[in-house]
């Protein structure tokens, strides 16, 4: 059993930056996809950032691209989301989330083990 716990997220001002961070205990993280998932208050969860098993694929809602990336560091067995232009509307719990090979990286069905969840909040 994968345990993720998510850190980093605080309230920061419109168009400024945050690094939040994922560390996985309980298994290797690298055999998974791993994705960002964001919730905000009374909407539904939705698709943030996603990075394939190997390392090699990214994808992003279309709107984060080029303000978002996905990484991971194998050796700390921690995912990273480098937030970076944030908006008011970014405002939103955030959730780090690993997954096996098959399914869509875009849908949260796909996702095996989640986290708990890290408050960004984005004041204009």
């Known amino acids: 059993q994968v345990q993720l716990l998510e850190s980093g997220g605080r309230l920061v001002q419109a168009g400024g930056s945050l690094r939040l961070s994922c560390a996985a205990s309980?298994?290797?993280?690298?055999?998974?996809?791993v994705g960002w998932f964001r919730q905000a208050p009374g909407k539904e969860r939705e698709f943030v950032a996603a990075l394939s098993r190997i390392g090699s694929s990214t994808y992003y809602a279309d709107s984060v691209k080029g303000r978002l990336s996905i990484s991971r560091d194998n050796a700390k067995n921690t995912v990273y989301l480098q937030m970076n232009s944030l908006k008011p509307e970014d405002t939103a719990v955030y959730s780090c989330a690993a997954g096996g090979v098959s399914g869509s990286a875009y849908d949260t069905g796909s996702y095996l083990f989640w986290g708990q969840g890290t408050q960004v909040t984005v004041s204009s």
């Open positions: 309980g298994g290797t993280l690298s055999i998974y996809k």
